[in-house]
């Protein structure tokens, strides 16, 4: 069924009645007008019961009219797109929107869960911390389980989110943001001197409370000034408009997020659209002219459906032409909120009454009453009868006493008004109190930033316009724009009076927060059990923790608080003001860096030619890395591998090592800067050869390791592992900027500047001698062992060729300008053919690498000394270097330590060995008490013909030939194994030496 509106004006509001629109609120047909929110929408179907609370389940209603609303939380779109949470308030709708209520069950009318509400009396502050702590063993299988289940108001979609987000970059001399009356202000005179401009609103029209609250601006009605105005800053070139769009974060150098709803008011984006875009706006100033937030009374029964605030209520009326109730009642402390009773009687609505609570009331109001045939009551509401259906009746405690009843559908509450301080007191910005409006106002805002008009304090049209103007004009003056900026605009200022009131007792829950459930009672309840502090207070009752963050209740509570703790409101502060000031989807902060963009992809310079080859590619941090090349007929990849390693132990093979990280290291004091920062010395190794070292952390423990060559008296080549690129480099920058500065050497990261083949084997030299000019000796005697050099290649492309081997064949790395990568492979395979020349990818790496006993990641885990590496005669005893000290402390000395060392099954014919088995000694338990270490690396060796390892063993160099078992819990294996040397193939290291 089609709902009819019931509660639309027949006349009147900013929306389209040409456009009307279709939607869904639990499953029932409803409909609207282009320029509605699904909260208006709803407002006008007569939709009053949009949710319940979280703890108690409590009916709940739409409190307020923007982002600040705690109640009226609704799940989005259906399957993928599904988006809990989502305020309707916010929701902008269109034809076909699906809105479901949440936080209930089976069904919002009838919710089983609202039995939570006679466990009341035990449901206070506090009660998980006091009830789940006995017996022990129950929270783990009882108690967390349980509250798993309960926590949450809303269903995310669970399967993969089909939209995309985008992040951007701006830049402006000014951002504003809000676009009411000082918003605008601002943007017209920063606009009109001549500064690059970005005004934010999160609202889909620009007005702010001009919306709701109309007035006279420069003679015209304010729809009309808002007209001109936009027109104007439309003219103006270097002033960007941004609707949809929240400023939600203040951060260092001028830095602000702001979150763009690009097509949330359309049911699927456009395509090659996004859903939502976060920006960076870096400014050299910002004015913030967020508004102010009106603030709720606590009561009894301040939470039943239509109760809602004065200024929403008038907002619903005069902006979107629906009304929240037929006959209404006002609760007022203050002159602001009257003017809700004015939009009230001018739309043809019924006053109840005006619930006053300040002593004396104007003679304008009290005529305003006798003209609308309505009574003014001086006194307070102290409780609200009613229910899910709404409001019936309301009871007044009048002053001197006396008590009255109130017939009404609906009640507008207004307590004052707080300043939107959120923004300018990011960076532990701390706002300041102000007794004449009864509110914190910006105090010490960050660097660049003022606010303007009502986020300022100001609640006059009047000095909001001058307020906003006066900013616009200074800032942009600060950034260096001079031109005219003519004339602020021009209003009177409202009568503002208030007299605060925070609490009115009455029997019946009273709440403070009403998306958590935080009463009044749980205040004073934390106050008492010693949780005064008002960061104790937020996180012992949860007060101001949920989606909105307690923009309608922290002030409330904190005024609770100060009342039973006999300290004033300044006195008991407020909490550490963080980002994001609104929700803001994770999908947003992540952009386009998901599924196979979560990550910029490097791709080697063989990597299409090894695709053509049909290699299967690895992940390797950012690297896609050739792992095998299967040939037809081989039934998975064990064969490749082997196949591959035996290739290379009888022939010749070649690998691409590019991604290896590599740095050129230049100048007078590039061999002492070396010294330092590995622990064997660089200065003395010669020019043309190349030495293994080792870096360790400031605190003795292994942080890289890898190869470096000298290539002139004043020019090392260093090359670091795969993982550690980038943070060697990094690491190395520390050193010689802030360590040693006195040194005089340079760093420069070559890393993709240079194409890097291992070509190793028996007949390494074969193959070489094809694509190395003829004039190079690369015998034994002119190229030895670790020599490193800079060669020519047969056309004469100049490269450099290093004698390294990480597989234990004689072997040699050559490398190339990147962009002669792909060539180079391309003649290695041709020029190679007639020696059987065969690619192989890591995994055979790994596996000749386990073979020879080098160690790489799985050893280097940032656990492991030099010493337990078998290193640690590397450790030079004549210079000083990072880590030399902390590497000698006892426990890293320790004959108890956990040692590399070789693990080889004694089942060598059947067994597989498993990386990541525990030793455990043969005959002990396996567990904790008895863990001697791990199984760091395995592979099958098609040398020795059985599985064999590395690990990590406790004094295993002194156990060699002992016999343990290997403990696997992760798959249910237990097995003997035999701790051996870790070098299994060619121990004296002739064949590299070849």
Not at 47 to 68: C, D, Q
Not at 541 to 554: C, F, I, V
Not at 761 to 781: F, H, M, Q, W, Y
Request: aromatic fraction near 8%; hydrophobic fraction near 40%; glycine fraction near 12%.
């Amino acid at each position: 069924m089609r709902g009819n509106q019931a509660n639309r004006l027949a006349a009147g509001g900013l929306i389209d009645r040409s456009t009307p629109l279709s939607f869904r609120f639990d499953g029932k047909t409803l409909s609207g007008f282009q320029g509605d929110t699904l909260a208006s929408a709803l407002v006008a179907n007569g939709v009053k019961l949009v949710g319940r609370s979280f703890k108690y389940h409590r009916p709940r209603g739409i409190l307020t009219a923007g982002s600040e609303e705690p109640n009226a939380l609704v799940e989005l779109r259906s399957r993928a797109r599904r988006e809990p949470n989502t305020k309707a308030t916010t929701a902008e709708l269109y034809e076909g929107l699906e809105a479901a209520s949440q936080n209930r069950w089976p069904s919002l009318d009838f919710d089983v869960m609202a039995v939570n509400q006679l466990f009341a009396p035990i449901f206070v502050a506090g009660f998980y911390y006091k009830t789940f702590m006995w017996p022990a063993k129950f929270w783990e299988a009882i108690y967390e389980p349980a509250i798993r289940r309960a926590a949450g108001l809303g269903h995310a979609a669970g399967i993969p989110d089909p939209d995309r987000y985008d992040k951007a970059w701006a830049h402006c001399d000014v951002a504003v943001a809000g676009s009411g009356p000082a918003g605008l202000a601002a943007a017209l005179a920063a606009g009109r001197s001549g500064a690059h401009v970005i005004l934010c609103e999160e609202d889909f029209v620009l007005g702010g409370r001009l919306l709701g609250d109309g007035g006279t601006i420069d003679g015209l009605p304010a729809a009309e000034w808002i007209a001109r105005t936009l027109d104007e800053l439309a003219a103006m070139p270097d002033v960007r408009i941004m609707t949809r769009t929240t400023l939600f974060g203040v951060y260092d150098g001028g830095t602000y997020g702001a979150i763009e709803r690009v097509n949330d008011h359309l049911p699927v984006p456009p395509e090659h659209q996004v859903r939502q875009r976060l920006w960076r706006i870096v400014a050299k100033h910002c004015i913030v002219a967020a508004g102010a937030i009106e603030r709720p009374i606590v009561f009894a029964g301040n939470d039943t459906p239509g109760v809602m605030m004065a200024s929403a209520m008038r907002s619903y009326i005069n902006r979107y032409a629906a009304a929240p109730a037929r006959r209404i009642a006002l609760f007022t402390n203050n002159e602001d909120g009257w003017r809700t009773a004015e939009a009230a009687i001018a739309a043809g609505l019924q006053v109840a009454a005006v619930i006053d609570g300040r002593p004396d009331v104007s003679p304008a109001r009290r005529s305003l009453a006798g003209k609308g045939g309505f009574p003014v009551l001086n006194g307070s509401v102290s409780g609200v009868d009613g229910g899910k259906g709404g409001v019936r009746k309301i009871s007044v405690s009048l002053t001197g006493g006396a008590r009255a009843e109130v017939e009404a559908d609906g009640l507008a509450v207004s307590g004052g008004w707080n300043p939107a301080v959120g923004l300018t007191s990011h960076h532990r910005g701390r706002p300041k109190w102000r007794d004449d409006i009864a509110a914190f106002v910006p105090d010490g805002a960050p660097p660049g930033m003022v606010a303007a008009g009502a986020a300022n304090g100001a609640f006059g049209l009047g000095a909001c316009l001058r307020e906003g103007f006066e900013a616009g004009v200074a800032a942009a003056r600060d950034a260096g724009r001079s031109g005219n900026a003519g004339s602020a605009p021009i209003a009177d200022d409202e009568a503002f009076s208030l007299t605060p009131l925070w609490h009115v007792a009455g029997k019946g829950k009273a709440f403070v927060d009403q998306q958590h459930d935080v009463t009044a009672s749980d205040v004073e309840l934390a106050q008492r059990e010693g949780f005064e502090s008002v960061e104790h207070l937020k996180r012992y009752t949860t007060l101001g923790m949920a989606t909105d963050q307690g923009k309608t209740s922290n002030v409330a509570g904190l005024a609770i608080m100060a009342a039973v703790s006999g300290k004033s409101i300044p006195e008991t502060g407020t909490t550490i003001y963080r980002p994001p000031y609104v929700p803001v989807a994770i999908g947003a902060f992540a952009g386009h860096h998901r599924d196979k963009n979560f990550h910029a992809t490097r791709l080697t310079p063989s990597h299409h030619w090894a695709a053509e080859q049909g290699a299967v590619f690895v992940d390797t941090g950012l690297w896609k890395r050739a792992q095998w090349y299967p040939l037809p007929g081989e039934k998975d990849w064990l064969e490749s591998v082997t196949r591959e390693v035996k290739a290379v132990r009888s022939g010749v093979g070649f690998c691409d090592v590019s991604t290896l990280g590599k740095i050129d290291v230049h100048g007078p004091d590039a061999g002492a800067f070396l010294d330092r920062v590995y622990i064997n010395a660089f200065s003395s190794l010669a020019v043309g050869k190349a030495r293994y070292g080792l870096m360790l952390r400031e605190d003795g423990v292994v942080y890289d390791d890898g190869t470096t060559s000298r290539l002139a008296e004043d020019h090392y080549f260093l090359t670091t592992t795969t993982a550690k690129a980038g943070l060697v480099m990094q690491h190395l920058e520390f050193c010689r900027q802030v360590l040693f500065p006195e040194l005089d050497v340079q760093l420069t990261s070559v890393s993709d500047q240079w194409a890097q083949f291992s070509i190793a084997g028996p007949k390494t030299r074969d193959l070489l001698k094809e694509i190395v000019d003829p004039a190079e000796d690369l015998s034994n005697e002119g190229f030895p062992f670790m020599g490193a050099r800079e060669v020519k290649l047969r056309g004469g492309l100049k490269a450099r060729l290093f004698r390294i081997s990480f597989s234990g064949e004689m072997a040699f790395e050559i490398s190339v300008p990147a962009r002669y990568g792909e060539a180079l492979v391309r003649n290695l395979l041709i020029a190679g053919k007639p020696f059987g020349v065969t690619p192989y990818g890591t995994e055979a790496l790994g596996v000749m690498r386990i073979e020879k006993g080098h160690v790489a990641g799985p050893e280097l885990n940032g656990t492991t000394t030099a010493a337990d590496l078998g290193l640690g005669k590397m450790m030079s005893t004549k210079k000083d270097f990072i880590g030399r000290v902390m590497a000698g402390r006892e426990a890293l000395v320790a004959p108890n330590r956990q040692v590399v060392v070789g693990i080889k099954p004694t089942d060598k014919a059947s067994r597989r060995l498993r990386s990541g088995a525990h030793i455990v000694p043969k005959g002990e338990t396996p567990g904790p008490d008895n863990d001697q270490g791990y199984v760091t690396s395995v592979c099958f060796s098609p040398v020795l013909d059985q599985w064999i390892g590395l690990g990590l063993v406790e004094r295993g160099r002194a156990r060699i030939g002992e016999i343990v078992r290997a403990h696997d819990p992760l798959r249910g294996e237990e097995y003997d194994v035999e701790l051996c040397n870790s070098v299994f193939y060619d121990p004296d290291g002739g064949r590299q030496r070849g």
